[in-house]
């Protein structure tokens, strides 16, 4: 993939900046110091790898060794992985596949929920302030609107689903209706017989 040197250049930019700015998360960063997180998305050929030091995260696309925790999952995962508590729910649905230490993913997850983001910050130093603001309030409305219009959607096709449920017949009905449709056949069957009968004694 092309573009994953330059995906994996802004993502380190972007987390630098989310959990390397505040003294307050220092502790918590602490805990990941010299721990491998490796994300395996099912979208990209290409892993995206966080080496986590003391005053920065690496992220590369390719590491010899083996990795702390490797993690499988969909890029629409992802952004769940702000939501600590819902981890072991997603493992046990499916939507995270996680080799190694869980413990590195958990204090990852953790890190992350500390973090304010501030979409305007973090595009200030290539946008200005005021360009900034004004993509980040323009993203957060169509973001907005997109979730509302999928959510609106998947209503609706649950809706249509549970109709068309309603609507199938029982085990009991198709078995009653492939039995006349039977007999219907042998009648049909029969009347032919008879007009064969019929016809050859005139």
Known sequence: MLLMPLISATL?????RLLYQ?????????????????????????????VFGERQVDVLNA??????????????????????QRLTQLIKQGFLDVDGDLQCLQQFAALL????????????PWLGDIAAESVSRTVARRLTSTLRLLRTGQGRVTQAITDEWRLAP?????????GEVDEITRAGEDLAARLEKWEASR
Do not use: H, N, Y
């Not at 590491?63 to 600590?84: G, H, I, K, M, N």
């Not at 929920?113 to 595009?123: S, V």
């Open 113 to 124: 929920d500390m973090a304010e983001f501030d979409g305007a910050e973090l595009l200030a």
């Open 63 to 84: 590491w010899d060794d083996a990795a702390d925790c490797t993690v499988r999952t969909r890029l629409a995962t992802l952004p769940a992985l702000r939501e600590r």
């Open 12 to 16: 380190e930019v972007v987390l630098e």
């Open 170 to 178: 029982s085990a009991l009905e198709q078995a009653w209706f492939c």
């Open 22 to 50: 505040d003294r307050a998360m220092s502790a918590a960063r602490e805990r990941l110091k010299g721990k491998v997180l490796r994300f395996e998305l099912a979208e990209w050929e290409t892993p995206v790898i966080l």
